[in-house]
């Protein structure tokens, strides 16, 4: 079993800059693949980011491609997305999810989440 708790989440203005974390406990974390997916009102979830669990491979939507970063600290067992430039549409609440055998931007693919860090981006 893997625990994810998220944390960062929060109002900011459109343009400003946010990093949500997701700290993980349980078997060691170093083993797996971890996406941020994103929920908002009244739509599906969906991909935002995820890292391989190295953090030597990324994939990003093409929505947030080159305003938000995935990375991990292993030895702190903790993934974090940084986002940056950030637009009002991007308020959703932000998942992190955890599997140990597969990478990718389904949101199938995971078997662990957290609960989810409200972001919410003002205009």
């Known amino acids: 079993q893997v625990q994810l708790v998220e944390s960062g989440g929060g109002l900011v203005q459109a343009g400003g800059s946010l990093r949500v974390s997701c700290a993980a406990s349980?078997?060691?974390?170093?083993?797996?693949?971890v996406a941020w997916f994103r929920q908002a009102a009244e739509k599906e979830r969906e991909f935002v980011a995820a890292?391989?669990?190295?953090?030597?491979?990324?994939s990003y939507a093409d929505s947030v491609r080159g305003r938000f970063t995935i990375s991990r600290d292993n030895a702190k067992n903790t993934v974090y997305l940084q986002m940056n430039s950030l637009k009002p549409e991007d308020s959703a609440v932000y998942y992190c999810?955890?599997?140990?055998?597969?990478?990718?931007?389904?949101?199938?693919?995971?078997?662990?989440w957290g609960q989810g860090t409200q972001v919410t981006v003002s205009s």
């Open positions: 999810a955890a599997d140990r055998y597969l990478y990718g931007s389904s949101t199938s693919i995971y078997r662990y």
């Open positions: 349980g078997r060691p974390f170093s083993s797996y693949a």
């Open positions: 890292v391989t669990s190295t953090g030597r491979e990324t």
